[in-house]
């Protein structure tokens, strides 16, 4: 959330948060500025709803959803300096924060190098805050490593490849509310997520993700915690 930039609106950001547990709020190098973080976190402590740091790659234009060639020193900075702006607007509100999560191809890079991941995770070490990222990679390889705290994420509104990898998109679709409850119940009940070409993965999971971007995505949220509801 708080992907809004100055006088551009973007996202679902008050209807999704009646429905909520945890956010992730931009701040401010993919998306967001700081009149945005502000009122988001305000919105948020308001509904009790918990927060957390997304931090991403320098990119407006693209969005953070281009890749970058970073060092992890890079890395580690870059998410300290954005978990570290947020955490002042957090501290105006008297909130804490709860959870650092990468977004986008920054999220993917993070995924695939544990040398870029080590560099993050040590932000989530001096906060003393849990990493959000996908199970079996170097999300949690890392943490595990360091000490991290981890949380595995399921998405409902992004396809998984064949060797269980996000299929990142650079505009976000409609997602079917009813598909979203179904992959939730199925991962749940079989234990299995149905991947693009068909296959079967296992994907073992804490939290289910749904970005607040694509155009029905209070339905698809609405949806998931029906189903969440009803296990």
């Known amino acids: 959330m708080g992907e809004s930039l100055g006088l551009h609106s973007f996202g679902n950001d008050p209807a999704l948060l009646d429905t909520v547990d945890a956010i992730n709020v931009a701040c401010g190098f993919h998306s967001g500025d700081p009149d945005t973080m502000a009122e988001t976190v305000a919105a948020a402590k308001e509904k009790g709803v918990l927060i957390g740091a997304h931090p991403g790659l320098p990119d407006l234009v693209g969005f953070g959803r281009r890749e970058m060639k970073l060092s992890p020193e890079e890395v580690e900075y870059l998410v300290l300096y954005q978990v570290g702006a947020l955490s002042a607007f957090l501290r105006r509100e008297g909130a804490s924060l709860s959870h650092i999560k990468p977004h986008g191809s920054l999220y993917g890079m993070l995924a695939r190098d544990p040398d870029l991941m080590r560099g993050a995770a040590r932000v989530a070490q001096l906060f003393d805050v849990p990493v959000y990222g996908i199970a079996?990679?170097?999300?949690?390889?890392?943490?595990?490593?360091?000490?991290?705290?981890?949380?595995?994420?399921?998405?409902v509104d992004l396809n998984y490849g064949p060797a269980g990898e996000l299929l990142i998109q650079r505009r976000p679709e409609p997602t079917d509310p009813d598909?979203?409850?179904?992959?939730?119940?199925?991962?749940?009940?079989?234990g299995v997520v149905e991947a693009s070409d068909g296959a079967l993965l296992t994907i073992p999971f804490d939290s289910v993700c749904v970005h607040s971007d694509a155009p029905n995505s209070p339905e698809v949220a609405a949806a998931v915690r029906s189903a969440l509801d009803s296990i």
């Open 136 to 155: 079996g990679t170097a999300h949690q390889t890392v943490c595990e490593e360091l000490g991290v705290p981890f949380v595995a994420e399921l998405y």
């Open 179 to 190: 598909a979203a409850a179904h992959r939730v119940t199925r991962a749940l009940t079989d």
